[in-house]
């Protein structure tokens, strides 16, 4: 398990991080997406979920239900993400993003939504797998972190306070 002193306090859940921590999509990024979004449930830390999200995750399996908890918070898109949005993330970016990743613009736009969700509903920290999310993040001011890193973080205090010797 990962150490929950590790753990933000509040994050904001991307849609691949998501579903594999439902276990909908099985891949080597599932482990590492699955204990995450455990242990912060287990440390009573919060898990925010974009309604863009969300609306993902159910086009593909409408029969999701995110787990019933005060700690994982469906937040939506309303008037102030869509201001920041426009403020943040205008057009232009997004298109620009979209050709330098060879992605369509509404793939960039779910994304650009997520992002001005996590800062409209002050997350600390976007957990995402894809790499846009670390531009979409700056762009709001934020930073993105793939879940594995806090193991990663956690492997390297121990490192650090074993002298060198991780111990497995």
Not at 20 to 45: G, I, N, S, W
Not at 71 to 99: C, N, S, Y
């Amino acid at each position: 398990m990962m150490d929950p002193k590790l753990l933000p306090d509040r994050c904001l859940m991307d849609t691949g991080v998501l579903i594999r921590a439902l276990r909908q999509k099985q891949d080597p990024d599932t482990a590492d997406c699955a204990d995450f979004f455990e242990a912060m449930v287990h440390a009573q830390k919060t898990i925010l979920v974009a309604a863009p999200t969300l609306a993902e995750v159910l086009r593909s399996k409408p029969e999701t239900t995110v787990p019933p908890t005060r700690h994982v918070v469906v937040v939506p898109f309303d008037r102030r993400a869509a201001e920041l949005l426009g403020e943040k993330m205008p057009w232009t970016d997004q298109q620009a993003r979209a050709a330098e990743a060879s992605v369509s613009r509404s793939y960039i736009k779910f994304d650009a939504m997520i992002a001005a969700c996590a800062k409209r509903w002050n997350a600390s920290v976007i957990i995402a797998l894809d790499g846009d999310h670390r531009t979409m993040a700056a762009a709001v001011g934020l930073a993105s972190r793939a879940p594995g890193s806090y193991r990663q973080a956690q492997q390297d205090l121990l490192t650090a306070i074993d002298g060198g010797k991780a111990k497995a």
